[in-house]
C-alpha cells in the first residue's frame, strides 16, 4: 500500500514537472519567434523606378548639381531615377509638388536654400523648412564677398575700416535683393558691425559687370560665381566651409563674428515627412553611395562644386540653422510679403 502510494506521488511530480516544462515553452516561444512589434524589417525598396523632382528648369544649376551624380545613382539604386522638372514660381511650385507626394519614398525631391529656407519666410510659400526631411545634402557654395581690383585695399581688414568711417558710402552689387548672397551678407556685415549700399542687378552676369566696370565697389556672390573671374579681389569667404584654392581668405570667425553667422547656398535630397524612416534610411545609404563614386567626384570637380555632404538629422540641423539665419534677417529687412 505504501509503496503503491510512493508510485501514485512520484508519477504525480512527474506529471507536472512534465506540464510547467510544456507552460514554459508555450510563453517564451511567441516571444522569441512570433512578437511582430519587435521586430525589424528591412523593407523591399525600391522595386520601380523612383522620381527625382527637379523643381528648376533643365539646364540650370540645379540640373548641373543632379547630372554630376546621375549615372551613379541609377546604378546604386539598381533601378532608374528619373528627373522631373518643374521650373518657375521661385521654385515653390516643385518644392510644393515633393511634399504633396505619396509618402512611399518613390518621389524625392533636389531643392536648395532659396526654396526651403528662404521662400517659408518671405510670405510666398504656403510649406515650412521643417514640413521637409532631409535625405543627403551634396553641396554648399559658400557666399564671398570681392571689391573691384582696382579698389585701393589691400586686404578685409582696411576695407572695413574705411566702411566703419563711410557708414552706407560704399556700394555692393548683387543679382538679387533676397537671394542668397544678399542676405548672407547682410547677415555677415550686421555681425560685423558694417554698413554698405546694396545696389540689386538681373542676375550675378550683371553684378559682375557693375564691379567690373567701376559702377559699384564690391560684388556679392556665391564662390562659384566669383572664383576665377577677372578684375576681382576676394577679401573674405562668408560661408561655413573653405572655398577650394582661396582657403587662406578670412572668414566670419577670423573677423569676429561666429560660425552661426555664416551663409549657404546648399543643394540637397528631400522628402516629405510621411515617408517611413526606414525607407529613408535606404535612400540616403544608395545616395551617399553614388556621391562618393570616383565618377561623380570628378564631376563635382570638373564643375567646381563644393561638396558638403550631410545626412539625416545631420542635415535636417543645418537646414533649420540657416532657415533660422533667413528667417531673422528677411524679418529685419521687411521683404516678407504682406
Not at 521661385?90 to 524625392?108: H, M, R, S, V
Not at 548672397?181 to 553684378?207: C, I, Q, R, W
Not at 515627412?273 to 556621391?291: M, S
Amino acid at each position: 500500500m505504501k509503496a503503491t502510494l510512493k508510485k501514485l506521488v512520484i508519477l504525480a511530480l512527474a506529471a507536472l514537472m512534465i506540464l510547467g516544462a510544456v507552460a514554459c515553452t508555450a510563453k517564451t516561444e511567441p516571444a522569441a519567434t512570433g512578437d511582430t512589434k519587435t521586430e525589424q524589417t528591412t523593407p523591399d525598396f525600391p522595386t520601380k523606378e523612383i522620381t527625382l523632382i527637379i523643381p528648376y528648369a533643365a539646364g540650370g544649376e540645379g540640373d548641373n548639381i543632379y547630372r554630376c551624380i546621375e549615372e551613379s545613382l541609377n546604378e546604386a539604386f539598381g533601378v532608374t531615377v528619373v528627373p522631373e522638372y518643374v521650373g518657375g514660381g521661385n521654385a515653390i511650385p516643385g518644392t510644393q509638388k515633393i511634399l504633396d507626394a505619396e509618402g512611399d519614398g518613390y518621389t524625392i525631391g533636389l531643392c536648395a536654400a532659396g526654396a526651403l529656407s528662404i521662400q517659408p519666410y518671405m510670405g510666398t510659400a504656403t510649406y515650412k523648412t521643417s514640413d521637409f526631411q532631409g535625405i543627403f545634402n551634396l553641396t554648399a557654395g559658400q557666399v564671398v564677398f570681392s571689391i573691384g581690383a582696382k579698389q585701393p585695399y589691400a586686404n578685409f581688414e582696411e576695407w572695413a575700416a574705411w566702411v566703419k568711417e563711410h557708414p552706407g558710402e560704399f556700394t555692393v552689387a548683387v543679382g538679387s535683393i533676397g537671394g542668397t548672397p544678399h542676405l548672407g551678407l547682410v547677415k555677415a556685415f550686421d555681425a560685423l558691425g558694417l554698413e554698405v549700399t546694396f545696389v540689386p542687378y538681373s542676375g550675378n552676369a550683371e553684378a559682375y559687370a557693375a564691379c567690373l566696370g567701376g559702377d559699384v565697389g564690391g560684388y556679392g556672390a556665391i564662390a562659384s560665381a566669383t572664383v576665377g573671374k577677372e578684375g576681382l579681389n576676394i577679401l573674405a569667404n562668408f560661408g561655413a566651409t573653405p572655398v577650394k584654392g582661396y582657403e587662406t581668405l578670412p572668414n566670419l570667425v577670423d573677423l569676429g563674428a561666429t560660425a552661426a553667422d555664416a551663409t549657404d547656398a546648399y543643394w540637397g535630397i528631400v522628402c516629405s515627412k510621411k515617408v517611413d524612416p526606414a525607407i529613408v534610411a535606404i535612400l540616403t545609404e544608395k545616395i551617399e553611395q553614388a556621391a562618393n563614386t570616383e565618377k561623380s567626384q570628378q564631376n563635382f570637380a570638373n564643375m567646381n562644386m563644393n561638396q558638403y555632404f550631410l545626412k539625416g538629422a545631420d542635415f535636417d540641423a543645418y537646414m533649420a540653422e540657416q532657415s533660422t539665419g533667413y528667417e531673422a534677417i528677411i524679418a529685419k529687412l521687411g521683404l516678407a510679403s504682406k
